[in-house]
């Protein structure tokens, strides 16, 4: 599971943190932000919009993500908005030209993922088996995404040299991702969603 914070202004990447193990993320939360506003010399106060990650993902998490992001956006005055997780996680390969499919381990034998071409999403968020995934595959494709961990020997067995697997620095979600495509977001709208942000489940939460 990863968990990761970022900061970015209009010309660079100021700093990000990024932790990538098999534990729960949201008690380090506020202690990450906190670590890189410091790291920084940067306090709270100085920062002008907020981007958040909507999943699809962990449902605890990504409530308590949202939770977290929305309070402070209130508590500063400044804006939000959401950005779907796989849409950050295709943006770590925009520049490639073949088909990108991010796949994430959504447990129960399933993956979350959608196909993007050119910069652009082409499918649905699904959250499907994978092996119902790899039936929609018909050209070369670059996988990224913890999804690889689990499910890598199938896709080379199904896809065999037309599965391309992108690199480990490049493979899992980052907060300067989301930072950049929220930015750019902000850039366009210049409007808040503190109202209107939800998590993208794809799939139903337990018990609904």
Do not use: W
């Amino acid at each position: 599971m990863t968990g990761s914070v970022a900061l970015m202004d209009k010309e660079r990447l100021i700093a990000e943190y990024t932790l990538n193990l098999k534990e729960t993320h949201t008690s380090r939360l506020m202690p990450a932000m906190d670590r890189v506003l410091k790291d920084a010399s940067l306090t709270m106060k100085d920062i002008d919009g907020i981007a958040v990650s909507l999943g699809p993902g962990s449902f605890t998490g990504l409530r308590i993500g949202i939770a977290t992001a929305k309070g402070l956006a209130q508590g500063l005055n400044i804006p939000i908005v959401g950005i779907p997780t796989l849409d950050g996680l295709a943006f770590n390969l925009f520049h490639c030209k073949d088909l990108i499919c991010p796949i994430l381990d959504a447990r129960k034998g399933e993956v979350y993922s959608a196909l993007y071409k050119n910069g652009k999403r082409i499918s649905k968020y699904m959250a499907c088996e994978p092996g119902e995934l790899l039936k929609k595959i018909k050209s070369k494709v670059i996988f990224l995404g913890d999804g690889i961990e689990v499910y890598g020997d199938l896709i080379r067995k199904r896809l065999g040299g037309k599965a391309v697997f992108a690199p480990k620095s490049r493979r899992l979600p980052n907060a300067s991702s989301i930072a950049e495509l929220g930015l750019r977001k902000l850039r366009r709208s210049k409007k808040t969603e503190l109202l209107t942000l939800r998590p993208i489940y794809v799939r139903a939460p337990m018990g609904k």
